[in-house]
Antibody, heavy 121, light 108 residues
Framework: QITLKESGPTLVKPTQTLTLTCTFS??????????VGWIRQPPGKALEWLAL???????RYSPSLKSRLTITKDTSKNQVVLTMTNIDPVDTATYYC?????????????WGQGTLVTVSS | SYVLTQPPSVSVAPGQTARITCGGN??????VHWYQQKPGQAPVLVVY???DRPSGIPERFSGSNSGNTATLTISRVEAGDEADYYC???????????FGGGTKVTVL
């Protein structure tokens, strides 16, 4: 059974850097084709994909946020970390990490419960 | 970049059929996935690769995909199906996922 859980600060001040950790179990991020993605959802709004890291350390970022995001993995700890710089109130959202199935279609078949991050001074 | 378009809302009476569309340029050539999200909960995959269901998802949920439109169909709608539904594809040209804007399904 695959499980993922997000952790990090619930309140961040504008201009600061946000660091979120996804701790997972039930799969290995060294298995070919597997990935972990980050998706966020501002209150009352749609899902927005942010970043993805593959088993081979290939990384992909949302074009609109690429300059502010960094995604890394620690395979030995079963963790994926997302950092977002220069945080703004518009970044207030629930942040989810999700397991990307290895198949070509690229579905996210397991999600964490999400963590709400509020950006406010 | 690739864009997916969903209607903001769909209303359906209990026991009837709800159809949620997801439009995209030649979406029929892509694999479409659908997620259900109930208030305060994380999204749950309900249909993948156009028409397959993960284990535990009722047969009432089905999908189709052709041309420029993919459709999630919920048969014999129940009150518990009230939720937001999102479609998603993989944009192979940029190697990243694309989500639709979501459809709120209201059970009357």
């Amino acid at each position: 059974q695959i499980t993922l859980k997000e952790s990090g600060p619930t309140l961040v001040k504008p201009t600061q850097t946000l660091t979120l950790t996804c701790t997972f179990s039930g799969f290995s991020l060294s298995t070919s084709g597997v990935g972990v993605g980050w998706i966020r959802q501002p209150p009352g709004k749609a899902l927005e994909w942010l970043a993805l890291i593959y088993w081979d350390d290939v990384k992909r970022y949302s074009p609109s946020l690429k300059s502010r995001l960094t995604i890394t993995k620690d395979t030995s700890k079963n963790q994926v970390v997302l950092t977002m710089t220069n945080i703004d109130p518009v970044d207030t959202a629930t942040y989810y990490c999700a397991h990307r199935h290895y198949s070509y279609g690229g579905r996210f078949d397991s999600w964490g419960q999400g963590t709400l991050v509020t950006v406010s001074s | 970049s690739y864009v997916l378009t969903q209607p903001p809302s769909v209303s359906v009476a209990p026991g009837q059929t709800a159809r949620i569309t997801c439009g995209g340029n030649n979406i029929g050539s892509k694999s479409v996935h659908w997620y259900q999200q109930k208030p305060g909960q994380a999204p749950v995959l309900v249909v993948y690769d156009d028409s397959d269901r993960p284990s535990g998802i009722p047969e009432r949920f089905s999908g189709s995909n052709s041309g420029n439109t993919a459709t999630l169909t919920i048969s014999r709608v129940e009150a518990g199906d009230e939720a937001d539904y999102y479609c998603q594809v993989w944009d192979s040209s940029s190697d990243h996922p694309v989500f639709g804007g979501g459809t709120k399904v209201t059970v009357l």
